[in-house]
């Protein structure tokens, strides 16, 4: 798509279960829409890796060291957060790259850095998706309300300073409940 964008070629993404519908125009230059999300997406086959330490508090370069190490092993990483503590880091990978992820990353780190690595392959990533997030208040308190409501859990979240993307971990087992929930908050069906 970033080639397209760049050019100025509009690029139409449609369902192809309803191609009747519009779909959504990407285009070069953002317009506000009375829409303020656009989409929700679902991401399956996916794996959480959380990596933890007293040692990673202040100690430069610990998330150079695991995105260079995952790299080098081949790892994309999907999704990360942080908190602000840096006492620890979650990473989304592929599932099929989980053995290696954890591998790697136990490699390149001795137990005075990073205490404890665990993963979890029973999740999925939600994101809700619209340019018109950016800068309106509560979006973000309208999606995570709903799912409170709904007593679905919500094990990581993570957002782009573009504002444009609320990405979070469910487990796999809500995540259909998920995004049908957020469809119907969110108006999607129309």
Known sequence: ??????????????????????????VADQTQTEDVVKAVTLIRNVALVN??????????????????TLANAGVNIIMISQGSSEANMSIVVDSAHLNAAV??????????????????????????VGAGMAGIPGVAGKVFDALGTAKINVIMISQGSSQHNISFVVSEDAAIQAVKMLHDVFELDK
């Open 1 to 26: 798509i970033e080639p397209a964008i760049r050019h100025g070629i509009p690029v139409r993404v449609k369902n192809t279960f309803e191609v009747d519908f519009p779909g959504t125009l990407i």
């Open 51 to 68: 990596i933890s330490g007293a040692g990673m508090v202040g100690t430069i370069g610990t998330a150079a060291r695991v995105f260079t």
């Open 103 to 128: 591998e790697a990353i136990n490699s390149e780190f001795d137990r005075g850095v990073v205490r404890d690595i665990s993963h979890d392959s029973n999740i999925c990533v939600v994101a809700v």
